[in-house]
């Protein structure tokens, strides 16, 4: 069964930092690897979709990476901002199962 | 707009009475699929169906039934719900196609069982 982690579970910086959000996965049989952020009591917003074949993507501050032989994935997000305080989901998709990882909490102080 | 609808978006009931949260999704996905958080387990998935008349169960199904009988609406149904399936819950859906599968996700519902 697909074991999903995320390292660390909380991550407190000043604003403008970047913050580095770990996540390794058991499995590297995936189709897809999706970064999520959630506010407290609120849905999930897709950040990134990372497909199999591809090593990263980026949208504006954000990349993400793709390791599938070492089943890792990381999201960098540059220049931190307190809007960014949440918590951030990888998930992994495996043709219709998915499985997430507990999160990251992240605080960006002002 | 593009979006996945969840009703209702809060609800308060008693053990052992039937209950159906609904879902609806206006992309014309084929892939839908059911999800609760709790605070310490994550979010873990209930069903999923990646066609009409197709479901499968994912890592936590006990309790819940589910049906696909269209394309955009997959409700989840409780028959005897219990105090421990208070959760919240979250429908998702995407096109799924192995090269074009982001998930998108509902706003949620929150259930508490008496």
């Known amino acids: 069964k697909q074991e999903v982690t995320q390292i660390p579970a909380a991550l407190s910086v000043p604003e403008g930092e970047n913050l580095v959000l770990n996540c390794s996965f058991t499995d590297s049989a995936i189709y897809n690897l999706q970064w999520f952020r959630q506010d407290p009591g609120k849905g999930l917003t897709s950040l990134l979709l990372?497909?199999?074949?591809?090593r990263e993507q980026t949208s504006g501050r954000l990349n993400a990476s793709l390791d599938k032989s070492s089943g890792r994935s990381t999201l960098y997000i540059a220049a931190s901002q307190p809007g960014d305080s949440a918590t951030y989901l990888c998930v992994t998709d495996s043709w219709g199962k998915l499985q997430f990882g507990a999160g990251t909490q992240v605080v960006v102080t002002p | 707009e593009a979006q996945v609808t969840q009703n209702p978006r809060y609800l308060i009931t008693v053990t052992g009475k039937k209950l159906t949260v609904t879902c609806s999704q206006n992309m014309n996905h084929e892939y839908m699929s059911w999800y609760r958080q709790d605070p310490g387990l994550g979010l873990r998935q209930i069903y999923y169906s990646m066609n009409v008349e197709v479901t499968d169960k994912g890592d936590v199904p006990e309790g819940y039934k589910v049906s696909r009988k269209e394309k955009r609406n997959f409700p989840l149904i409780l028959e005897s719900p219990s105090p421990n399936q208070t959760s919240l819950y979250f429908c998702?859906?995407?096109?799924?196609?192995?090269?074009?599968?982001?998930?998108?996700f509902g706003p949620g519902t929150r259930l508490t069982v008496l």
């Open positions: 990372i497909q199999s074949s591809q």
């Open positions: 998702a859906s995407s096109l799924g196609d192995r090269d074009h599968n982001e998930q998108f």
